[in-house]
């Protein structure tokens, strides 16, 4: 994974001492790009639509076809923002991992395309503002994956394993939000 720069003070993780996370992609196939329909920024959506062209072509056929026939949005609505489609129940981005994470990485930024609450997992801010790193059991946390359960990785510290996460939360909570421009 390719590091984020950043000059931005690090920003407060609630449970960060106390939580437990370790990602274990390619071995649970994805589980958090399955029916997940991650909202996206209006900049966000703009940068996804200018590199459709070159992304579509590593997409899977049937969410090529998706995309291609309906858009990669839709009218659904979080947070105020229109969310991206899915298709046979996966994120129409995810094939065999995140389509956007590995074109950004190739040109040496895996986030450079990926909606920054994709980039994020498995860090959420609360509506409070405070920031923590989801966990079963936690603020009514519903999402029933094992990568979010503290049993399936009490060695997982991450203030390590979430380090690119971390810096980019850094970004996103900084004044100059350079990932917005893009």
């Known amino acids: 994974?390719?590091?984020?720069?950043t000059k931005?003070?690090?920003p407060l993780i609630s449970?960060?001492?106390t939580a437990s996370f370790r990602c274990v992609f390619p071995t649970c196939g994805g589980l958090c790009c399955r029916g997940s329909r991650p909202p996206v920024e209006p900049a966000e959506q703009a940068?996804?639509?200018r590199i459709l062209p070159k992304v579509?072509?590593?997409?899977?056929?049937?969410a090529q076809a998706a995309v291609t026939k309906r858009g990669f949005v839709t009218n659904r609505v979080k947070a105020g923002r229109k969310m991206i489609s899915i298709s046979n129940e996966y994120c129409v981005f995810y094939n065999e991992g995140c389509v956007l994470h590995r074109l950004g990485g190739a040109e040496g930024d895996t986030t450079k395309y990926k909606p920054w609450v994709?980039?994020?997992?498995?860090?959420d801010q609360g509506r409070d503002g405070e920031w923590e790193v989801r966990q079963w059991g936690r603020k009514g946390e519903v999402w029933d994956l094992f990568c979010l359960n503290p049993k399936e990785a009490p060695d997982g510290r991450p203030a390590e394993t979430l380090a690119?996460?971390?810096?980019?939360?850094?970004?996103?909570?900084?004044?100059?939000q350079r990932w917005r421009f893009r």
């Open 164 to 176: 690119l996460e971390i810096g980019f939360i850094a970004d996103l909570d900084g004044s100059k």
């Open 1 to 5: 994974m390719t590091k984020t720069k």
């Open 8 to 10: 931005a003070k690090l």
């Open 47 to 49: 940068r996804i639509a």
């Open 56 to 62: 579509l072509p590593h997409m899977r056929p049937e």
């Open 118 to 123: 994709c980039t994020t997992f498995p860090l």
């Open 15 to 17: 449970n960060l001492e």
